[in-house]
């Protein structure tokens, strides 16, 4: 049996330590087994909140006439501190859960589409029941539970569907909401708060003549990934915030599939960072520009003081270079949006004076820093090569099956990998381009960025926007480059995924398992 197939059923067991005696066991049957004494069960402790989640179809209003047929996650807390689950105002994007960490935490999800459906907790660390694995969907009409507690840091997470081969739409149509973790090293930060603290989701997306959300038409857009013509602004068009003349936190989530932004102000005002996909970081980065691809999400401290009653600020994307292949598969040129113009996001309208006397705070926080050298593999990085040959994108040339892995993709429990994402495909290099990595279970740290020869003219475009800092659960690997990563896989076993978060990528089966045992 080659590599790519899953272990020899011997050599599976005798990995997990298992008697080969056992091997009759079904793979299936020797994760649950393997999971039972580490992961938070069912029923194990009561929880400090109970949310009930579902998702369902329905039509919204987004454009003038007739309404827009959606789907939505909707929200109901059962348990817990009141302000738990709330709305983005006028939207059918969210809820947004708002958690404190070391809270025990159940979601009771209820599947009232017409399809198979399973929720991933993005960017939180949770028992692979709890993280979305699509061997864990469920039917139309079916209900299951979500128990975990809450372990991650202060930062902005977020919930959407992992469903095999139907994430990309199922997002698309509209399930997609926010997780707000706070946290006492937060807590004692004099950041804005309530209604100044503002969630951004960013999206593109199309609509047809009659105001329908128009998806995939053609092979070669699932290759390059969808890209929309529209841009929304949590779930709305053309959208206007009317702010004052204080301090502001933007939470800002790609939401999109496919579609990667350059965060610029339009009267050329630097950004100025506070936080990443996990969490704050050590201390404010400022930025003239800000990349951010479909998964990652950046916390921008925006100070509007100063200006006047009617002034506007635009944030854009600017111009940029190099994610889309050079064979000229489609990268959305000639469309409204091609991918890497420059184009409006949202418009900030100073509406209302307020006195604001809030510092912005040298110190944010305390990150632990890792070490390459306390790797477990630190001489024998674990590399993951992405590659888009025959209109396949693969893996280390492998695509995702549901519960195998190969040898290289085992890990110990409770230990440090060194991992590195490699994008030189050059026998198929005009059909490179950039993939958002997206791994499972805890934030990791990016240790360093390589540039190979031959790329740099498009990757100046956008070097300077990376945020790697901070911790980190998804990161954009250009064509050409390769990204190290430091990992740990602590506290639970069972398969979590890795993956291309261009969801179409995704659904394209650019997915693989690792199999954390004890």
Same mark, same amino acid.
């Given at each position: 049996?080659?590599?790519?197939?899953?272990?020899?059923?011997?050599?599976?067991?005798?990995?997990?330590?298992?008697?080969?005696?056992?091997?009759?066991?079904?793979?299936?049957?020797?994760?649950?087994?393997?999971?039972?004494?580490?992961?938070?069960?069912?029923?194990?402790?009561?929880?400090?909140?109970?949310?009930?989640?579902?998702?369902?179809?329905?039509?919204?209003?987004? =454009?003038?006439?007739?309404?827009?047929?959606?789907?939505?996650?909707?929200?109901?807390?059962?348990? %817990?501190?009141?302000?738990?689950?709330?709305?983005?105002?006028?939207?059918?994007?969210?809820?947004? =859960?708002?958690?404190?960490?070391?809270?025990?935490?159940?979601?009771?999800?209820?599947?009232?589409?017409?399809?198979?459906?399973?929720?991933?907790?993005?960017?939180?660390?949770?028992?692979?029941?709890? $993280?979305?694995?699509?061997?864990?969907?469920?039917?139309?009409?079916?209900?299951?539970?979500?128990?975990?507690?809450? #372990?991650?840091?202060?930062?902005?997470?977020?919930?959407?569907?992992?469903?095999?081969?139907?994430?990309?739409?199922?997002?698309?149509?509209?399930?997609?909401?926010?997780?707000?973790?706070?946290?006492?090293?937060?807590?004692?930060?004099?950041?804005?708060? $309530?209604?100044? $603290?503002?969630?951004?989701?960013?999206?593109?997306?199309?609509? @047809?003549?009659?105001?329908?959300?128009?998806?995939?038409?053609?092979?070669?857009?699932?290759?390059?990934?969808?890209?929309?013509?529209?841009?929304?602004?949590?779930?709305? =068009?053309?959208?206007?915030?009317?702010?004052?003349?204080? !301090?502001?936190?933007?939470?800002?989530?790609?939401?999109?599939?496919?579609?990667?932004?350059?965060?610029?102000?339009? @009267?050329?005002?630097?950004?100025?960072?506070?936080?990443?996909?996990?969490?704050?970081?050590?201390?404010?980065?400022?930025?003239?520009?800000?990349?951010?691809?479909?998964?990652?999400?950046?916390?921008?401290?925006?100070?509007?003081?100063?200006?006047?009653?009617? $002034?506007?600020?635009?944030?854009?994307?600017?111009?940029?270079? %190099?994610?889309?292949?050079?064979?000229?598969?489609?990268?959305? #040129?000639?469309?409204?949006?091609?991918?890497?113009?420059?184009?409006?996001?949202?418009?900030?309208?100073?509406?209302?004076?307020?006195?604001?006397?809030?510092? =912005?705070?040298?110190?944010?926080?305390?990150?632990?820093?890792?070490?390459?050298?306390?790797?477990?593999?630190?001489?024998?990085?674990?590399?993951?090569?992405?590659?888009?040959?025959?209109?396949?994108?693969?893996?280390?040339?492998?695509?995702?099956?549901?519960?195998?892995?190969?040898?290289?993709?085992?890990?110990?429990?409770?230990?440090?990998?060194?991992?590195?994402?490699?994008?030189?495909?050059?026998?198929?290099?005009?059909?490179?381009?950039?993939?958002?990595?997206?791994?499972?279970?805890?934030?990791?740290? !990016?240790?360093?960025?390589? #540039?190979?020869?031959?790329?740099?003219?498009?990757?100046?475009?956008?070097?300077?926007?990376?945020?790697?800092?901070?911790?980190?659960?998804?990161?954009?690997?250009?064509?050409?480059?390769?990204?190290?990563?430091?990992?740990?896989?602590?506290?639970?076993?069972?398969?979590?995924?890795?993956?291309?978060?261009?969801?179409?990528?995704?659904?394209?089966?650019?997915?693989?398992?690792?199999?954390?045992?004890?």
């Amino acid at each position: 049996m080659s590599d790519a197939a899953d272990l020899s059923r011997r050599t599976f067991l005798r990995s997990i330590g298992l008697s080969v005696v056992a091997a009759a066991v079904a793979p299936e049957r020797l994760f649950a087994a393997d999971e039972q004494n580490l992961q938070d069960r069912p029923g194990q402790s009561e929880p400090d909140v109970e949310i009930g989640m579902t998702a369902r179809p329905a039509e919204v209003s987004i =454009l003038p006439g007739r309404s827009t047929k959606v789907w939505m996650f909707s929200g109901e807390l059962v348990k %817990g501190p009141p302000g738990t689950v709330t709305a983005i105002p006028d939207s059918y994007l969210g809820p947004i =859960l708002r958690l404190r960490q070391g809270q025990k935490v159940r979601v009771r999800f209820h599947n009232k589409l017409p399809e198979s459906c399973v929720i991933h907790q993005h960017g939180m660390h949770v028992p692979e029941k709890a $993280d979305g694995h699509p061997r864990h969907q469920i039917d139309s009409g079916q209900t299951s539970a979500y128990e975990f507690t809450v #372990m991650n840091r202060a930062g902005t997470y977020w919930f959407h569907p992992h469903t095999d081969k139907r994430t990309a739409e199922q997002a698309y149509f509209g399930l997609a909401g926010l997780i707000l973790v706070t946290d006492a090293e937060e807590q004692s930060l004099d950041l804005p708060r $309530d209604e100044h $603290d503002i969630p951004v989701i960013i999206q593109d997306r199309s609509f @047809d003549a009659q105001n329908q959300l128009r998806y995939i038409a053609h092979r070669h857009d699932r290759w390059r990934g969808f890209l929309g013509d529209r841009i929304l602004v949590n779930g709305k =068009l053309d959208f206007v915030f009317p702010l004052a003349t204080r !301090v502001y936190r933007l939470r800002i989530l790609n939401g999109s599939n496919s579609r990667i932004y350059k965060l610029t102000w339009s @009267d050329g005002s630097p950004l100025t960072v506070i936080g990443t996909d996990g969490g704050l970081l050590e201390s404010p980065e400022v930025r003239n520009y800000v990349m951010l691809a479909p998964g990652e999400r950046v916390d921008l401290w925006a100070d509007f003081r100063g200006r006047k009653l009617g $002034d506007e600020i635009t944030l854009r994307s600017s111009p940029f270079s %190099g994610v889309m292949p050079m064979m000229g598969m489609g990268g959305g #040129m000639g469309a409204a949006l091609p991918h890497g113009g420059e184009y409006p996001i949202m418009v900030i309208r100073i509406a209302r004076e307020e006195a604001d006397q809030r510092v =912005l705070p040298r110190r944010l926080s305390q990150i632990q820093r890792y070490r390459p050298q306390d790797a477990t593999n630190a001489k024998t990085p674990r590399s993951i090569h992405l590659s888009m040959r025959g209109m396949a994108p693969q893996l280390n040339g492998r695509s995702f099956e549901m519960t195998r892995v190969t040898r290289d993709e085992i890990i110990p429990l409770n230990t440090l990998q060194l991992l590195e994402f490699v994008n030189r495909d050059y026998r198929a290099r005009g059909m490179m381009m950039a993939h958002p990595m997206h791994i499972h279970g805890q934030q990791f740290q !990016v240790l360093n960025r390589e #540039m190979a020869q031959g790329f740099e003219r498009q990757y100046a475009t956008v070097s300077q926007g990376f945020v790697d800092n901070g911790w980190k659960d998804t990161v954009l690997v250009m064509p050409g480059e390769k990204v190290t990563i430091l990992k740990r896989f602590d506290h639970y076993t069972g398969l979590f995924l890795y993956h291309c978060h261009n969801l179409e990528h995704e659904d394209l089966d650019m997915m693989r398992n690792f199999l954390v045992q004890a």
